[in-house]
């Protein structure tokens, strides 16, 4: 049958609002009324309904509440949706925002790190590996305007990690020797002196967190700063054996819990 035709015999109903024949299908369902059908159809209830809410804004924001109370899901899943579909838009009009609100912007990532520092972390060690040499040339500009605070932050961060500190050091000294291998972290510096009860590995006394670190073959004689080559030994015997020979045939750890550090 045509359609033209099958349209003439469908089922109609008059909008009381506007006077004209429109099909059921353009009606919304109601129960009790004629035909389970809305006396109005859905383009004047529509019309109707916009102009209700913007004489009364309170009524509507006390609605969309009682709503979202009951599906509290429905929100989240609607903003989901157009996201995806509008996601190009989406970030150029949270850039061009930014740009104009550079303050509101900051407030806004500092309240979105407190409440997800987890993400966040992750999210900074993804963009630094993909943009690495960027993030470091804008640390350096920072570093250079910056030079007090720069400052301030290191001194903080040595308080706040005297280990990490020591071990950057330690680092630091042997790439200054040209050491062959210079991986030894600070888990296995404190699994060296658990080996050796935090007793110094010459004297045999006890001085548990207050032992040196002292290389079996030295880094100025081309002693490498690895696990293997590095035993616990007071002040004093390290400063008697200097970049001489052991004092006394010493036997490194060979077998460690720890990783190096690559």
């Not at 709503?67 to 150029?92: D, G, M, Q, V």
């Not at 000294?173 to 935090?198: C, G, P, S, Y």
Request: contains cysteine; aromatic residues 6%.
């Amino acid at each position: 049958m045509d359609q033209s035709v099958s349209c003439l015999f469908a089922p109609s109903k008059r909008c009381t609002q506007c006077g004209k024949e429109k099909l059921l299908t353009d009606f919304g369902m109601l129960t009790k009324g004629k035909n389970g059908r809305h006396p109005k159809c859905k383009a004047c209830r529509n019309t109707y309904n916009r102009t209700h809410d913007k004489q009364h804004p309170e009524m509507k924001k006390a609605r969309d509440a009682r709503f979202l109370e009951k599906n509290p899901l429905f929100e989240k899943t609607r903003h989901a949706k157009w996201y995806k579909k509008n996601r190009h838009h989406s970030l150029e009009t949270g850039r061009h925002y930014r740009q104009a609100h550079p303050e509101k912007g900051r407030e806004r990532s500092k309240r979105y790190r407190t409440r997800h520092p987890e993400r966040a972390k992750e999210t900074r060690k993804n963009s630094y590996k993909k943009n690495r040499a960027y993030s470091n040339a804008k640390s350096k500009r920072w570093r250079e305007n910056n030079v007090e605070q720069q400052q301030i932050n290191n001194k903080n961060y040595r308080q706040a990690h005297p280990e990490k500190t020591k071990e950057h050091h330690q680092r630091r000294r042997a790439a200054k020797a040209n050491a062959v291998i210079n991986d030894l972290t600070h888990a296995q510096w404190i699994e060296i002196q658990v080996a050796q009860d935090h007793c110094c590995q010459y004297c045999q006394k006890r001085y548990k967190g207050k032992l040196t670190q002292d290389h079996i073959l030295p880094l100025s004689k081309g002693g490498s700063h690895t696990l293997h080559n590095v035993i616990a030994a007071c002040r004093s015997c390290n400063s008697k054996k200097h970049t001489g020979t052991v004092l006394c045939p010493v036997q490194p750890l060979l077998l460690t819990i720890a990783q190096a550090k690559c």
